[in-house]
């Protein structure tokens, strides 16, 4: 995805990515970080942004950088191939049933299940530069650094993605998925009628309307 970047909140333990034109070169936004709970905003430049002072610092915001230098910014990688016309999934199941399942509910050549890298950089990639329909993660390391990847699409991008979390918790569960920013939970220790559920969780959610309005 060319001029995605990747931006590390002043307090060095988020990080997020930048679509190539949200915002735009000299745009300004805003983002609370979850490792810090500070509101952080930041100006846009070519190669990632400049962050401002947080509101209510003492201290002045840091200077601009000298003439020909630029904030280090981590490019990132190209998406992974797919197969053209296939719906892709990614998932981070390090649980053998569950992802068989996910394999007969979302089946080639209709769809294509990537299963996530170890890198979070390429997941990064992936879920900006490939736009998955359906993203399902194992609760985990691996289902956070999918969920804060899913968490930088726009709006309108992140309608069209389906999230699954499969987890020791309830199915079902309305408050776990909301907090999770989810759009359905399962519980893994539920092992019948995995692929059933799953392709029934795509139905009801594909089937939800659009909540923008027509341009």
């Known amino acids: 995805m060319t001029g995605a ?4 909140c002043p307090c060095g333990n988020h990080t997020l990515t930048l679509a190539p034109d949200k915002p735009p070169v000299g745009g ?23 962050f401002d002072a947080p509101t209510g610092a003492a201290s002045p915001p840091p200077p601009a ?13 190209d998406p992974r191939p797919v197969p053209p016309g296939s719906r892709l ?3 981070a199941l390090g649980d053998a049933p569950w992802r068989q399942a996910l394999d007969a509910a979302f089946a080639a050549p209709a769809w294509h299940v990537l299963d996530a890298a170890p890198e979070p950089d390429q997941n990064r990639a992936d ?3 490939l736009l998955p329909a359906v993203v399902v993660a194992l609760d985990g390391p691996a289902a956070r650094e999918l969920l804060e990847a899913v968490a930088t699409l726009t709006g309108r991008q992140r309608e069209g993605l389906a999230l699954f979390l499969v987890g020791d918790f309830a199915e079902g569960d309305a408050t776990t998925a909301f907090a999770a920013g989810a759009d359905a939970v399962f519980d893994r220790r539920v092992a019948e009628n995995i692929a059933g559920r799953l392709a029934a969780a795509w139905e009801r959610r594909s089937a939800l309307p659009s909540l923008f309005t027509a341009p």
Do not use: D
């Open 28 to 50: 300004r936004a805003a983002f609370t970080c979850p490792a810090c709970g500070k509101r952080r905003s930041f100006t846009r430049i070519e190669t990632g942004a400049v």
């Open 127 to 129: 879920v900006a530069g």
């Open 5 to 8: 970047a990747v931006i590390t």
């Open 65 to 77: 950088p000298a003439t020909g230098q630029t904030p280090e910014v981590t490019p990132l990688p």
């Open 89 to 91: 999934v990614i998932a």
